[in-house]
């Protein structure tokens, strides 16, 4: 089955600065590379998401970028500002085969003032 | 459309004792998932369901686990004489066959 792995497992970055967090995946089939932002104690929020026939895709400070051939994929939050710390999980699946979900291990960010 | 909605928030049970949880998946959404989620962990599938027809279930689900969704609509997960080891968030999440939402989750502790 497949295999998502997430790197850093932590990330502590100064307001205003790029955060960067990096997942690889096993499966070449998958083909729907989403990421979630979880706050304490609630469910994750997708915040962008990617399929496997586009490279790259922003929405504001957000982007994520795809290497299909690498079979990695990585997410960007530019200027970070503090209401970004959170866990973040990179998560992999397979669109016709019900598009459930592998998750990363998870990267707590913490962006300090 | 308030999402997906999962009752209770929070469960504490003895050892032994049956527990179910409740998921009101988004309108419309015909699939629903659950998952499963330790501490520091990322959720894990456990299985889903297309309108009322279970499809999947991962083998982490074992024999004392069961899901249905009735008429496809909400879902319910049960767990039969819990162990400690089953103590964890247990997240719903619906789908219309794209992107995911989840739920809140129910916290699950085994004592």
């Not at chain 1, 997430?6 to 205003?16: A, D, R």
């Not at chain 1, 026939?53 to 994520?64: H, Y």
């Not at chain 2, 009752?7 to 179910?20: D, E, L, S």
């Not at chain 2, 997960?77 to 219309?96: F, K, N, V, W």
Request: glycine residues 8%.
């Amino acid at each position: 089955g497949e295999n998502v792995e997430q790197h850093p497992s932590t990330l502590s970055v100064q307001e205003g600065d790029s955060a960067v967090i990096k997942c690889t995946y096993s499966d070449s089939a998958s083909n729907y590379f989403p990421w979630y932002k979880q706050e304490l104690g609630k469910g994750p929020q997708l915040i962008i998401d990617i399929r496997s026939n586009v490279g790259e895709k922003k929405d504001q400070r957000i982007a994520v970028t795809l290497n299909k051939t690498a079979k990695h994929f990585s997410l960007h939050i530019t200027e970070t500002q503090p209401e970004d710390s959170a866990v973040y999980f990179c998560a992999a699946s397979i669109e016709a085969a019900g598009n459930k979900l592998t998750f990363g291990g998870g990267t707590r960010v913490l962006v300090k003032p | 459309d308030t999402g997906v909605s999962q009752n209770p928030r929070h469960k504490i049970t003895k050892r032994g004792q049956n527990v179910t949880f409740r998921c009101d998946p988004i309108s419309e959404h015909n699939r629903l998932y659950w998952y499963r989620q330790t501490l520091g962990q990322g959720p894990e599938f456990l299985t889903y369901f297309q309108n009322e027809a279970q499809l999947e279930k991962s083998r982490l689900l074992s024999d004392r686990f069961s899901a249905e969704r009735p008429k496809g609509s909400f879902s319910t997960l049960e767990i039969q004489r819990t162990e400690q080891g089953d103590s964890a968030m247990y997240l719903c999440a619906s789908s219309p066959g794209t992107s995911s939402t989840f739920g809140s989750g129910t916290r699950l502790t085994v004592v």
